[in-house]
């Protein structure tokens, strides 16, 4: 039997062939290796995320949060939910602490999920797989599985916004959370003192204002080379296609040159761990992370 | 301008404030604000390069009464929900909510700026969704990419080309998708039944007529 | 054996900060027996840790003076001090007090001579400072510390340096035998005056405080400015030393925050006021202070020197709580944020930057042992309930010294009553 | 008993190694004369206090000399009550200030040794003080006002055990307290006004057998002094009955400005009320919706803040009335409460509400209070109703509101009598026979009607004001202190303040008046002198009738008597020597303190003669803080120069010029005041001591001209407890000076 059991959340850029999908195979590994068992909510559908406010308005988005949880209880009762992507887990727990706090919108959620044949008693606790890690395991514990330490490297933690804020990591300022930079470094990396670690990247006005969301990328990348990173690393998927896939055109429009790796925490523990490039899903990378690939080549 | 804003109008004569406390999601908060500015010196995008109106100026104008001007605004709709304001505030205020529930009153009464892109986003994402169950990458940068009609959908699929090969050199964009393909949830039908329900709920509750 | 002589007319008065030493000799100068209890080494409190005082700009050390002459004048008042209030029991006209009080390893025959100062090596954080510096392990706190005794830090007790400092003393004052004892006094009436902490000012994150050198307290400020502070009274900036012309003061601190102090801390408005004439008083007008404000409270006729300052031209006020706070590479605090009036977003660099972080009750921390209303910040709140003991000063609400004075003036004669509710029942 | 002197010469503290002590034995008994002189090695010892000790009790010794550290230092050591005592600053204020050295080690030495001379000279020109046995014994306390402060302040000190005489000008209790629907809340949880306790107060005071109170009353007449006070209390009818009472509280409260000045903010408009009218609206209102006068009921309502208040143009009142925020935010909860549906706006510059507040605050904004941040231009009258107009500071612009009625927050105007200045120079004017005079007199029969305390004083007869008419405090560490000793105000009559603080500060001042009186009792001094027993005596003798010290005196202590002699009224007297240092004729003096005590110390010193190039220069610092500064110098081991020789004075205000002109004609060569800054932000703890110390200065400019002596001689510094650094630096300087201008000519004479 796995240590930890919990019904995941994969949310809809992990899926297989979506932006985040590299993040899901090495999730995976990762949790192969720190045997915690993850058993995906059957049926699972979209948190909303943020952007959706304006179309869907309060109830429905709640609806939906609200079907997660009764599948979630219905199927795999008392395990906690943990989401791999920080939109879904914010949109998640966001959802769990109104119906919580509020009757009304309570009842009228149970009237709606009824449609769809489900009821809600019990909201599960939502937590991000981050959080499995630092609290369920510790730092020690991630450590205590390192094969190969990323000894040499320097990687900037890229926090962003929605793992950190309104919840963010218990323990942790909003303005200067450490638990990213922990992890670098409980693999055997170093992280740099980057001073853009919790800037927006624009979240899903990198779609309908680019010119806005590019110009906040552009200072999250500089900042990361003006700290000696070689590359960033987040925990948010968003975060992740923002501060990749926009470099060309930030060099583009600004001149740069940038060409810097963003990678997921997950991607640097599987290496670390032993795992190969495949494992690690680093052939997922649209900015290839030459040194990672030599590294797990080694 | 759609009866629903005349309605509300109407219903709510002068007082602008009450409209939104009732009708906004959380505007029962912007009675709150004690125009510290913390929310406005906060919020990224306003440094980027700036907004019309701030959060706490948006407050202060709902105080006022400045109906049209709020409504109308294009401000609400620069939020990036990147909830710095939020935690900041010193009296608790949900102020990223209050932004989408302005802009999203704003565009339910058929308030909202035309060609809002943010707006057209936010549809395009949740119909997206809903369809499903699950979103659709590579529809929903189509539909993105082409909302303001063929000839711009190209020349920004154009600019944004690189951006898109290399996702699906990465494996990360399934052209399948575009055709149908992908992700979907097997209820799709009882999503869509507990969706209606909701929006009906929701409409009853703030008393809007569907 | 530290012996206290105590019955049930005795007023117990815990904190020798303004309030308690103003309770104490109040109720001693009419007459009624006072045990005064003070957890550091000296008395005066916070108020001794400031430069000067608003409106008049004139020193505490000062009013500080005229008490020390009226305690050392009277010989109705005994001073505990190092000591810790650790339990009540009993009830109104008669309690018993239980009372902690830590070694100083150095008794009454001290003569302040100062020799063990000299004999001692090394140092320890200078705590009077908001350790900005360092004081060796034998010190006197202050210049105007009283007792006017040494003190000696228990990380040389057992060591060779703390040998070569017993063997300087001619006087044999210094006893690092001492232990830490128990008191247990009687008491009638208690007054409880235990003051304020200055809000813990890394936990608002957004101004960096602890991270960015450059980012300072309002009471650390103080200490800049004083000549006895730890940099001589020279306005210079932590990182390097560079005169700090350009001071930002950030009001609201922590304070009137529901994520940190839900209350108005009254006293900070006017310190930051009175802060920029400090770096006028520096720099003439080459100093310039920005104040970032939601509302001055300059309250009654504190509003002349608010107006003073606002016609000062080297003074500019913002309205705005300061949204966070980056740094430059030369080590400039950038402030960020928007102007309320009117709209004005800035991204503006200080050389200094002044939080002025607001009034903690310090009985939140450290908890009254015995069954005593609180108000939701923590503040002892007058209520029946709590019997024979009675808030003074900051621990009863944020106030300024002045009303500190009063409210513990105002605590003194409810004492009184008690005690002499006593007599009368035992005459 | 006869006199016995003794001296103690410690050698602790390196004072043995620094110092010779054998020489300073044989100069306390050669030059001081002293009889019996014993030296120490560690005089502050338990064994060395018992040495003192057993000479008091053993060899009937009176005086004590106490040759060793600061008398600021070791006080609990040399704890001696009995007999008079001096202390020769030995180690802070000579071996600390002068450095170890060979070259130094002579007029270190001589320093010593005119530290000696001089304890010895003073101890014995001091007598221990017997106290005065002239006191009253009153314990009533006379309360003057009867709303929240003076009832409050009744009813503590009657808790206490005191009897209590309270005097309501109205007739009934309660004043302006009573005139409110509901009070501000001062304790958990501050969401809504409450009760505003008055009618509780006054059920407690009917009940208490203690306080007697006089209705419709005022006090007519207030003579003699702290402990002996006759109140004479005329009561409406016309009936005069005096009261015998030991202290005094002054809480006679406020008048809200006259809301009629404030034309251009509508005041005197039919909708536009200010704070106390719209209470009386609530009040008629019960809880049910408010109506205007007019019957209408009010369905939006604009609040007005510092409505003739914090004004920059001189017209109004400059500041701060504190209590408003917060009444407009009670008031617009009024609204709220009755019906949630009234507009509600306050228009603020700064919102104020200190401490809890803040959640008052909160409360009225979740009530639907709206806050607005703007600066009203005008009121006018539009429709049924009034417009106001007001820049938005916020949205920056100019807007208007329309309101059923307008508030307007106007300030507290205190009731503290007629300003003793301006009464002075009317009494001046009148006294001449011109038109001037018969206008003149007129103002003074106008000015005393208005009179609260009639003090039958020569400095007038209520407490001098302090800022705005207000009775406050100039200290911040001593608020409750006052000019008139044993009177203490309380309320809204020292401060502007609101209720929670007006009863704190009322229970504060009955604090103080049983004290005073309790200590009047016992011929003790007040604050800042608290305890002291010593009081000033005249030989009448002597007295030319200047009245300059009845002139002087901070504190009105003392009056005339029929034959225009100075008539002290000791329990009046704060013991600062003021009066002292005025007497032409030097009459009056302390018994521990007198013109013969510092005047023997500054003939004791030993004045090399000129060719020694060994000036010598008078320090006469401040006890207070000048000499603690030079203290902390000498803690510091900050370095000054070896010719000066410091004496501490009580108040730079008792500083006789007989002092100065002996020292220079004995051949000082130069003499430095240090005293507390004056004016304004004066730091002198009896007030107008150092000021007039100052001015009295000024005029021995003149005779040092007459003695063909440089001015320079005589120099006059304002000094602060912290200037502990930079006082070495000035002495040093004027050291300098004193080098540069060379030896006085009066040496040897």
Redesign the interface.
Known sequence: MAKKEYAFYPGCSSQKGASASNYLVSVDSMCKTLDIKMTEIPDWNCCGASISYAEAGELPRLAMNARNFALSEQHLPGQDIVATCAACWLGSRESKERLEHNNTLMDDTNKALKEAGLNLKVIPEVRHMVEVLIEDLGYAELASHVKKPLEGMKIAGYVGCQTNRPFGIQGESFENPMYLDKLIESVGAQATKFDQKVTCCGGALAFSEPDKAQAQIKDIIEAAYDSGAEMLVTPCPLCQANTEVYQGQINKKYGTKFQLPVLYYSQLMVLAYGGSAKDAGLNGQVIRARRLEEFAGK | MSDMNQQMSAKYKNNFLKEIEEQAEMGEWVKMCMQCGVCSGSCPTNFHPGWEHPPQELFMMIRAGKRDEVLDSQSMWMCVSCYNCYVRCPRKVPITHIMHGIAEYAYRIGRAPKNQPTLHLSQTFWNNATKTGRVNEVQLTQSLYFKDGIMDGIKKAMAMQDVALGLVKAGRLNVMEAIGGGHKCKDIKGIHAMLAKAKELENQRKGRAA | MTSVVATNQTILVVGGG?AGMTAA??AA???KQVVLVEKNPYLGGRTVQLYR?FP????????????L??L????RIQVLTMAEVTGITGDKGNYSVTVKLAPRYVN??C???GECNKAATSEVADAFNYNLGKVKAAY?PA??AYP?RYVIDGSVVGTAEGEAIKAAC??GAVDLDMKEEVVTLNAGAIVWATGWQPYDAAKI??Y?YG?FKNVITNVEFERLA???GPTGGKIVRPSDGKEAKNVAFIQ?AGS?????L???S?FCCMASLKQTRYVQEAYGDEGKSTVYY???????????FY?EVKANPNVSFV??????I??DTNGDPRL????????V?Y?EPHDLVVLAVGMEPSVKNVAIPAEVMG???G?V???PSNAGIFGAGCAT???D???A??????A???A??VV??VA?AEA | MADKHAAYICTGCELGTRLDAAALVKTATKDGKIALVREHAFLCSADGVAMIKNDIDNEAVTHVAICACSRRAKTEAFNFPTVAMSRGNLREGVIWIRPDTDEARETTQEMAEDYVRMACAEVKAMKVPEGNQNTGTSKTLLVVGGGMSGMTAAVEASKAGYKVVLVEKTGALGGMAAKLWKRIPNREPFKAPMDNGVADLVAQIDADANIKVYLNAVVAKTAGAPGRFKADIAVESGAVSTEDVGAIIQASGFTPYDVNKLSHLGGGQANVVDQLGLEALAKAANGGPIKRADGKEVKSVVFVQCAGQRDTSGEHLSYCSGHCCATSVKQAMYFKDANPDVDTVVLYTDLRMPGNNEDFYRAAQNKGVIFSKGVVSGVSTSGDGCKVQFKDLILNEDTSADADLVVLATGMVPTTGPDLDALSEANRVAEGSDEKAAVAKEQVIQMMSTSVLNLDYRQGPDMPQFKHGFNDSHFICFPYETRRTAIYAAGPTRRPMDIAQATEDATGAAMKAIQAMENAGLGKAAHPRAGDLSFPTARLEGCTQCKRCTVECPFGAIDEDEKRFPLFNESRCRRCGTCMGACPVRVISFENYSVNTVGAQIKAVDIPDEFSEKPRVLILACENDAYPALDMAGMNRNEYDPFMRVIPVRCLGSVNTIWITDALNSGFDGVMLMGCKHGDQYQCHFVKGSELGRYRMSKVYDTLKGMNLETERLMDLEVAITDVDTLPKKINEYAAKIQEMGMSPFKGL
Request: aromatic share 6%.
């Open positions: 303004i000799l109040e100068e009419t007459g005082y008049k700009m004139c020193h505490p050390s000062c009013g500080l003076e005229i008490n002459r009226r050392k004048a009277n010989p009454e025959s003569t302040a001579c006197l210049n105007m006017q001619k006087y994150t957004p960096r991270e004083d000549p006895h609201c009137r925050d529901e994520n940190h839900r209350h108005c009254r939601i509302d001055i409270r300059a309250i009654d006729r504190f509003e002349d107006q309205k705005s709580k300061v949204a966070r980056s740094e960020w944020g928007v102007n309320t009036e009117g709209y977003r991204s108000d939701s910040s503040f709140m007058a209520d609400n944020a106030l010294v002045n009303r004075v009063q409210s513990a003036t105002a003194a004669l409810r009184i009553q002499n509710q009368r």
